[in-house]
């Protein structure tokens, strides 16, 4: 997700988020600006990432 955001021009930070399951984050959260935030959700969307 933070390539496809990247690659598309948007500044994001991932975090790990909930409990960890064999070492990895069982969630992540994805901030991009809020001046960015529907653009951004839109590219997720259209790359079948839904909330």
Same mark, same amino acid.
């Given at each position: 997700m933070k390539k496809l955001l990247g690659d598309n021009g948007f500044l994001c930070q991932l975090k790990a988020v909930g409990?960890?399951?064999n070492g990895? /984050? /069982?969630s992540? +959260?994805?901030s991009v600006p809020v001046s960015e935030a529907e653009e951004a959700? +839109?590219?997720l969307a +259209?790359?079948?990432?839904h909330a």
């Open positions: 409990t960890r399951r990895k /984050a /069982a992540v +959260e994805i959700y +839109e590219v +259209e790359h079948g990432f």
